[in-house]
């Protein structure tokens, strides 16, 4: 499954320089074993979020994961309507997400699209998207 773009930004496609050049310096790099993580917060936050983490692959040098902590607030009504209903009930693209857990938080899985909405303990308000190519790990 191919995974969905935030910003321009394609998770299995996109190279870290075209992040930098896109976005400017990050806030903070971090190596970690085959990974960086690229993050954006603070000074240096992207208009509309409060944080966003871009996981780049150290051998090929793109990214192969997308963190977004929104802003401001969005509801999971919102993202059903954006994004397509639950699986019992197929939206017109015939998008659709699966209920799955990891660890203690509940998330929206759209498989087809690369993409893992994580919900406050609410469950009804968004925490984080996810942008990724195949399963969370």
Not at 3 to 25: C, I, S, Y
Not at 96 to 115: E, F, N, W
């Amino acid at each position: 499954a191919q995974a969905a773009t935030w910003r321009g930004v394609e998770p299995g496609v996109t190279a870290r320089a075209a992040v930098l050049k896109q976005f400017g310096e990050p806030s903070k790099v971090i190596h970690h074993k085959t990974e960086d993580l690229v993050g954006y917060f603070a000074s240096h936050v992207i208009k509309g979020t409060r944080q966003v983490i871009f996981r780049i692959d150290t051998a090929s040098d793109v990214v192969h994961r997308i963190d977004v902590f929104p802003a401001t607030t969005m509801t999971r009504g919102l993202v059903e309507n954006t994004y397509g209903p639950a699986c019992t009930a197929k939206g017109p693209d015939g998008a659709c997400y699966v209920i799955k857990l990891q660890d203690t938080q509940t998330y929206l899985h759209y498989a087809s699209q690369g993409l893992a909405v994580f919900l406050k303990s609410d469950g009804r308000t968004v925490f984080s998207f996810v942008y990724l190519i195949g399963a969370l790990s």
